[in-house]
């Protein structure tokens, strides 16, 4: 039985009766008055991120009584609350504390996860504040509350008198200095929303408000980093900071016991972050280079800032990755197949639709699509697209990574993101279940399909797993119920005899439901597909691994009739085919997780390519490895390695150059077709650690990391002050690539030292130049020669590592430069440029000796065309006494193409 609530009205009546006497007398007593009470505004602007929702309280600093009536802060008070205070209550300091709802919930907008996230306390703990500022304040004041003021709170608290003006005036003082800051604490942040960074490089706002915001945003960002499991980390780091610094002293520690979350180490990187993030975060003018910055910035290393990842997307699904808003910048267009992707309107207001082109830069594609249309736009795999709402906020990144139309819907709390083509019709895991609903407001479309791994304890969808229900204790069996929330989305899920019987979805009411597709699944047969059945030993000659980008794809093996896709098994149910097409035959495999297509050609390359095991989409697995036969056997000899079952590539390995680079210790032997190396990396005192063996097409090593052999048997030899040996005798390899395993039987690889003053690489011979000048400066003696024969300088390989990041051009990619005969080249990436070293006045080869330190440049080459060319190109190479490449360059007039490698 149902009991309905009855109205209960009150009329109350209320009258005033007024006598007014009126006569002629001027002596009448004066009608008394009261002078009203002075008051002001105080302004609390609270920051762990933009508080969403909360309660906000202005109270006495020392007796603790309200000043004002509380304040609740909703997404329209913009992170901020304003009380009306009497001017006299000001004379005492104040402490402005955030709380959360009477509900137990705080709302609010962080920094490092760029999300909204919802702090929960008991509701027994609600009237607990979470974070409080302290401090004298004058009219109209605009105090912020952070973590850092919440540091100084507990801070004064442990001092003599508690809560009074000096204690706090001192603690608020001693944060500021032990973290070196050079604003005041207590003053107000720019609150940062969600989608909201471009206000901490917006030049309208006040500098100093803006700079304390990204400082509050930095800490967040360390705190995820200490733990990124977190599932609030600026509140996590506002609470162990508070701890640390309530002793009054920043030093991982309370008092005497160590903190867990962070240690000494991280706090002496954090005190030397600051001057560096000062300096680097003054440079930063717009949206794109502060998601760069932020990005990147790393407390420990100062040159971090200079530099900065790529973006990396917060979750993919259906094919579409989601990119927090810090990724522009950090992402951008590259060639794809084309597609069609729908964006879909149902936030409730306007929203605005970027592309992010192949510089990373914004392009607009639909302004101002309003609530319930959608917005249909051509693009292609890999170019992403921002969103931002009709306040020009970012809600997100979002690129497609398959070749399927996609769907993005724009809920006004949430983004789904769907591929037309990949509704799922079953699922791999979990239950297939159809949502229902004759509303347009819910997050699913009605007759969606929705996989449920559904238990008592747990659901997951979506890529999201619930924890910890409710359970009906009402609901009688067979029946049983669940409550599963998900934000203010709740999910009741309803077992049958512990099978999931449907699943109901409420916000504030019912939305929808889910029940469970039975459906009679389609087995495919040699039959349904009007094939011939074949059998497995009659494709016996496509087993063999199938190989992408150097790595396995797909493997077959008709002896266990096994088949498998990225390392995901599936037995093999029945064969097709052959069908003979004119370039080739195909079969057709059958597994009990997809089909595989192999074909051969009519010149014997074989190929397959199928449906993913997960996703179904159809995918090419590559070409079928080629089977090698290592049937080389040779005997070394000084410079010259024997080998044992090696392909014939190796067959009598002799090298024709050396060269060395320390620190690491790397001698590289280079073979007559110049493509054949040995490598070999030693310690400072000569132990070899690793040596490897490669050209084009096969690589084998060992001592590489952990799980490649350690190169027993090698041995290095300082044979003379001009020569070091290094000794093979039954050294086995492990396969990198192409190959089994082979072993050096015997050999030796010498490499020569030089000692004329050259670089330990290189060789010169100054008497086949014509001497230009010789200068001497601060001890150092710097001779040029050109005219210079190509056999002046000895024939090398080195390797330069682009490594100076405050180089504008740092890639991080290596150079390799090379001198055979006459002509010199440089290699960077996929780009490469040749000049001959032929004799003319425009080569130079300059030696430094004297007082040359170990990271001085001591030699350079230059190659070069005539002087005023203006198709000219120089290859340049500067060389420390280390052997270190301090320099490699290279230049093209003609196409005005520069590229080069600069070591620190």
């Not at 709170?153 to 508690?162: I, L």
């Not at 079952?645 to 073979?671: K, Q, V």
Request: glycine share 6%; aromatic share 8%.
């Amino acid at each position: 039985m149902m009991f309905q609530r009855q109205p209960l009205t009150v009329a109350i009546l209320a009258a005033s009766l007024g006598l007014v006497a009126c006569n002629s007398n001027d002596h009448d007593t004066p009608i008394s008055t009261t002078t009203p009470t002075a008051t002001t505004t105080v302004t609390v602007t609270p920051s762990l991120g933009k508080i969403l929702s909360g309660r906000v309280v202005l109270r006495d600093a020392k007796t603790g009584a309200d000043l004002a009536p509380p304040k609740t802060l909703t997404p329209a008070d913009n992170g901020v609350a304003t009380f009306t205070v009497p001017v006299a209550k000001l004379a005492a300091p104040i402490i402005a504390a955030v709380l959360p709802t009477t509900a137990g919930k705080l709302e609010y907008a962080d920094e490092a996860l760029e999300k909204a996230t919802t702090i929960t306390v008991p509701v027994a703990d609600a009237s607990k504040p979470l974070l409080r500022a302290a401090a004298s304040v004058t009219p109209n004041a605009n105090i912020g509350v952070t973590a850092l003021t919440e540091s100084a709170v507990q801070q004064a608290e442990k001092a003599v008198g508690g809560l009074i003006a000096q204690n706090i005036n001192q603690a608020n003082a001693a944060v500021k200095n032990q973290l070196k800051l050079n604003f005041d604490v207590t003053q107000a942040p720019i609150v940062i929303g969600v989608g909201e960074f471009d206000k901490l490089v917006n030049a309208a706002l006040d500098a100093q408000r803006r700079a304390y915001a990204s400082y509050l945003a930095t800490l967040a960002k360390e705190a995820q980093r200490m733990n990124s499991a977190s599932l609030a980390p600026a509140y996590d780091m506002a609470k162990v900071l508070a701890s640390d610094l309530s002793d009054g002293t920043l030093d991982a520690k309370q008092g005497t016991t160590a903190l867990s979350f962070y240690n000494a180490t991280f706090v002496n990187a954090w005190i030397n972050w600051v001057q560096n993030f000062y300096a680097s975060f003054a440079q930063l003018t717009n949206i794109v280079a502060l998601n760069r910055w932020y990005g990147g910035f790393n407390i420990a290393d100062k040159n971090s800032v200079t530099s900065f990842p790529d973006a990396t997307p917060i979750r993919t699904v259906n094919g579409i990755e989601e990119y927090a808003c810090s990724g522009e910048g950090r992402i951008k267009s590259s060639s794809g197949a084309s597609i069609y992707m729908d964006f879909v309107n149902q936030r409730g207001s306007n929203m605005n639709v970027y592309w992010l082109n192949y510089n990373t830069g914004r392009v607009s594609y639909k302004s101002n699509l309003a609530t319930g249309q959608t917005h249909n736009q051509q693009t292609f795999v890999t170019h992403p697209w921002l969103i931002t709402d009709n306040t020009g906020a970012c809600v997100g990144i979002y690129r497609p990574v398959t070749a399927t139309q996609k769907t993005i819907m724009f809920k006004a709390n949430e983004v789904i993101l769907d591929s037309q083509n990949a509704q799922p019709t079953t699922c791999t895991t979990g239950v297939a279940t159809k949502f229902a609903t004759t509303l347009s407001n819910t997050p699913y479309t009605n007759d969606q399909t929705v996989c449920f791994n559904a238990t008592t304890t747990s659901l997951t969808f979506d890529n999201k797993t619930l924890a910890n229900p409710a359970k009906n204790t009402v609901v009688q069996a067979p029946f049983s119920a669940y409550d599963f929330k998900d934000g203010n989305y709740s999910y009741e899920v309803i077992f049958k005899n512990n099978a999931l019987y449907e699943i109901n979805l409420s916000l504030a009411s019912f939305l929808g439901q889910f029940t469970p597709v039975v459906s009679t699944p389609t087995v495919e047969t040699c039959a349904s597909k009007k094939l011939p059945v074949a059998t497995l030993t009659s494709i016996a000659d496509y087993n063999g691994d199938y190989l992408t980008q150097e790595k396995v794809a797909f493997n077959l093996n008709t002896s266990t009739a096994k088949a498998s896709v990225q390392g995901t098994e599936a037995n093999i149910t029945e064969v097709c085919g052959p069908t003979v097409l004119n370039i080739g035959t195909n079969h057709v495999l059958i597994t009990d997780k997809g089909d595989v297509t192999l074909f051969k050609t009519t010149a014997g390359v074989y190929s397959a390519e199928g449906r993913e095991f997960a996703d179904k989409t159809k995918v090419f697995y590559g070409e079928k490895a080629s089977v090698v036969t290592n049937n080389c056997t040779s005997q070394g000899a000084d410079n010259k390695l024997g080998f044992i079952n090696a392909p014939n590539d190796f067959c009598g390995f002799t090298s024709t150059t050396s060269t060395a680079l320390s620190s690491p210790n790397i001698y590289t032997f280079l073979a007559a077709d110049g493509k054949t190396n040995t490598k070999i990396t030693t310690t400072d005192n000569g132990t070899v650690l690793s040596a490897s063996v490669e050209n084009n097409k096969y690589s084998f090593a060992c001592g590489l990391g952990g799980e490649i052999p350690s190169c027993s048997n090698t041995v290095s030899t300082a044979v003379s002050a001009t020569q070091i040996s290094f000794t093979f005798t039954k050294t086995k390899l492990s396969t990198l690539s192409g190959a089994q395993g082979i072993v050096i039987g015997s050999g030796s690889l010498i490499h020569q030292i030089n000692t004329n003053g050259g670089s330990s690489s290189l060789t010169f011979n100054s008497a086949k130049c014509t001497q230009v000048f010789t200068q001497t400066a601060f001890g150092i003696t710097a001779t040029a020669y050109n005219l210079c024969a190509s056999d002046a300088v000895a024939d090398f390989t080195l390797t330069a590592q682009d490594t100076n990041t405050f180089n504008p051009k740092h890639d991080g990619v290596p150079c390799t430069i090379t001198k055979v005969g006459s002509a010199m080249t440089l290699t960077k990436g996929a780009k490469s440029l040749t000049v001959q070293f032929n004799g003319d006045t425009t080569d130079v080869i300059t030696l430094r000796t004297g007082a040359v330190t170990d990271t001085q440049v001591e030699n350079d080459i230059t190659a070069r065309t005539s002087v005023g060319d203006t198709a000219g190109q120089t290859v340049r190479i500067e060389m420390r006494k280390n052997g270190v490449v301090s320099l490699a360059q290279a230049q093209s007039i003609s196409t005005n193409e520069e590229f080069s490698c600069l070591a620190l």
